[in-house]
Each structure stands twice: as structure tokens, then as C-alpha cells.
């Protein structure tokens, strides 16, 4: 009887897609076919994760792989080298934990030594370990680097507040003449005590009845002390831009805003509050959004979003059943990869994992309008805003 080949998978990352014919999962997929033509191992499918961070599993393909491992569809997996699985040594016990379990072994072309012995699984850590350290020490000097720039005085990042605009070469915002116009008088019908959703409606009147504006919007006019020459959400630290409104103006406004909001909001005792993507995730099939559902064994908490809407009289489009946790994270990781922003990558990679889910949201409603998740490719497709669209640069743009 014959032996059977060993069956093998090849995975590959890269962070960055920079739009050439030949990329480094290119390269990295021919290296491991090679090896495996090396030792006759039968490749029986291939992963790439293009433009995707080693911050986290929750990548489209390496959710694949490790269903296949779970499947038994392949006994070794092959990767160029351990950071392309992951730079982060938690996750990286977690995988080999894995393929462990369900006895898949790890074939690494740049260390040939690696097998399941201790040493070489010791040798693996510290190679992971010193790839999280210089990680962690690149966001410090990042980190170091913003708060010298805003000790300064200067922007950092983040979206262009309406009635500015950006100077590319001194990185410093700059007041656009027609729209502070604009500014000035929604800070003095706010000072004369019309509310936001007041001052929206006059806006929208004097746009020809379209709607441009709403009280939400105007809230954080309002609320920006940009418009004082302040650093954003920083009322102390003064920028080096021109300001639109005086500081005085801009207290006073604050102040009414304040006094208006006569109840601290309550929290609600609802899955709402575990559910960042509602409202948000969209079934491709069928566009309408995915519901929510929760289901609880023991002590454990179970969330999904499902296509179960019958809205306009259709059935829900089957098997259509996200696990929240991991497409959460997904989402998350696809942004934090796609910011062309560090402090945008930053704050969708280390500051997302300590939001609550109402931060998260805030966080994802600022940036996207729709994201739609197609379950026949099993990926998912981003509808920025207008304003947001530079500050992601995905493989389809």
C-alpha cells in the first residue's frame, strides 16, 4: 500500500499593500511551495492575508487555516517565517496550542530546526517574545513622539474639523474663510440659546431645504475646542492654528450645552450594549442589517449576528451566522491595518481592546457608514465616509 503524501497548507502575511504585480505573499508563497516540493509534501490549499497587522488572529484567512486545521483537512502548515503567523507571543502560544491539539505541525522555511522539541518551541518563543518587545518599543517612540508634537502645539492627526483645512506642509489646519463664517454663527445662536437640533434646521433652511445638518453634528461643533485654538479634546493646550471663535465664546457655549443636558444618560440593561457592529453589519446578499442574538451556557455569554430579518416581506438569507467576538476583532484589525494614520492604526489596534462596546462604536460610526459582510467569500467590504476615505487605503482602492 502506498504511502499517503503529506498534506500541507502555506500561509502568508503582509501588513502593507503597496499595489505592485509581485508581493511579498508572492514571494513568501513560491519560497514554501518550494520547500514543500523539497520534502514531495502535497499542498492542498494556500492562505494570504494581504494588508492585514499581526495584532491580531482575527484576519479572514487565518480564521480559514485554522478551520482547516479543525478539520483535518491538512497535516503540517508551512509559513516563511513565525511573524507572519503573528508578532505577538500570547497569540502565538495559542496557535501552536492549536496545532497541537488537533496534531498539525509547523514548518518554518526561515528556522529549518524548528520541530515540537522544547528547545526549539523555547527558541520560538524568545523569537516571538523580541518581535512583541520591538513592537511595543515602536508605539512608545510613536506615543513619545505625538505628545512632543502636541507639547508644541502642533496636530497629530485625525479628521479635518469642518471650516478648516489642512496645510500639507506644516501639518497645521488652516481656517476656510466662507465655512468660519458659518462657525461663528452657530457658536452665536448657540450663545443666544438655540439648541442644536434649532441651529440644524436654520442651517438647513438657509441650504434650500437639503439636509446638511443635525443636531448631532452641531453637538460637536459645539463641543470641538478646536474652534478656540485648542488642541482637539484638549481645551487647555493651545494649538498653532487660527482660531475661529474666542476662548470666552467658547466656554459661555459650553457652559449652555452643559446646563442643558439635565440627566446623565442611563445605562440600558440590554444586548444593545454588547453589540458594537449593530446597526452597522449589513448582509451583502439581501443589504439589510444583521440582528443581534445572545445565548448564555453556564456562565458563559454566546453573541452572534444573523441575517434574520424579514423586512420587506423576504426570508432571511440562510446560514448567514457571524460569531460577534471574531468579527469584531476582524473589523477592528482590517481598520488598524488599513490606516494609512498611525494614531488612527493605533487607536483601532492597543486602544480598542480596552473600549467598552459604546466606545467602539462611537469609534466605528466616526470613520464608516456600512460594512457588509458577504458569506460567500467570507470577507467584508468597508462604505467610508466622505471625509474618512483618505485615512484608509484597503487593497481596493
Known amino acids: ?66 478551520a482547516g486545521v479543525e478539520l483535518d483537512q491538512f497535516d503540517r502548515v508551512i509559513v516563511y517565517s513565525i511573524d507572519r503567523l503573528t508578532r505577538r507571543l500570547f497569540d502565538f502560544a495559542r496557535l501552536m496550542d492549536i496545532f497541537d491539539r ?9 528556522d529549518p530546526n524548528f520541530n515540537e ?77 438655540r439648541t442644536p437640533a434649532e441651529i440644524a434646521d436654520l442651517a438647513n433652511r438657509r441650504e434650500g431645504g437639503q439636509t446638511v445638518w443635525n443636531a448631532r453634528r ?38 449652555q450645552v452643559k446646563a442643558r443636558q439635565k440627566r446623565a444618560p442611563q445605562k440600558r440593561d440590554s444586548n444593545e450594549d454588547f453589540f458594537p457592529l449593530r446597526g452597522l453589519l449589513h448582509c451583502a446578499k439581501c443589504g439589510r442589517a444583521l440582528n443581534t442574538n445572545t445565548s448564555t451556557r453556564g456562565n458563559i455569554r454566546y453573541r452572534w449576528y444573523q441575517c434574520r430579518s424579514h423586512a420587506g416581506g423576504r426570508p432571511p438569507c440562510p446560514k448567514v451566522s457571524l460569531p460577534a467576538w471574531d468579527i ?43 460594512i457588509d459582510y458577504d458569506s460567500d467569500s467570507r470577507d467584508i467590504g468597508f462604505t467610508f465616509k466622505d471625509d474618512a476615505i483618505e485615512l484608509f487605503a484597503s487593497p481596493e482602492q
Request: one cysteine or more.
Open 1 to 66: 500500500m502506498l504511502e499517503q503524501p503529506v498534506r500541507c497548507a502555506i500561509y502568508a502575511r503582509q501588513s502593507r499593500v503597496n499595489g505592485r504585480e509581485f508581493s511579498s505573499c508572492d514571494l513568501q508563497r513560491q519560497i514554501c511551495m518550494h520547500t514543500a516540493a523539497n520534502f514531495s509534501w502535497k499542498v492542498v490549499d494556500v492562505f494570504e492575508d494581504a494588508g492585514q497587522s499581526s495584532e491580531s488572529l482575527a484576519r479572514a484567512e487565518m480564521q480559514r487555516l485554522l
Open 102 to 110: 488537533f496534531g498539525v505541525a509547523l514548518t518554518v522555511v526561515t
Open 117 to 193: 522539541s522544547a528547545s526549539s518551541r523555547f527558541t520560538s518563543n524568545i523569537i516571538a517574545a523580541a518581535s512583541e518587545f520591538q513592537q511595543q518599543l515602536t508605539r512608545e517612540r510613536m506615543a513619545e513622539s505625538r505628545a512632543a508634537m502636541k507639547s508644541r502645539g502642533q496636530r497629530v492627526a485625525g479628521l479635518v474639523p469642518f471650516g478648516y483645512t489642512i496645510d500639507r506642509i506644516f501639518n497645521r489646519l488652516v481656517a476656510v474663510p466662507e465655512d468660519s463664517v458659518v462657525v461663528c454663527d452657530f457658536f452665536k445662536l448657540a450663545e443666544r440659546g
Open 218 to 255: 452641531l453637538l460637536q461643533i459645539l463641543s470641538n475646542p478646536v474652534y478656540a485654538g485648542y488642541l482637539p479634546g484638549d481645551a487647555k493646550q493651545r494649538g498653532n492654528h487660527e482660531a475661529i471663535v474666542t476662548p470666552e465664546q467658547f466656554e459661555r457655549v459650553r457652559q
Open 328 to 370: 469584531e476583532e476582524f473589523v477592528a484589525a482590517r481598520l488598524s491595518g488599513w490606516a494609512t494614520d498611525s494614531d488612527v492604526a493605533e487607536r483601532f489596534s492597543d486602544e480598542w481592546k480596552v473600549m467598552v462596546t459604546s466606545e467602539r462604536q462611537s469609534l466605528l460610526k466616526e470613520f464608516v457608514l456600512q
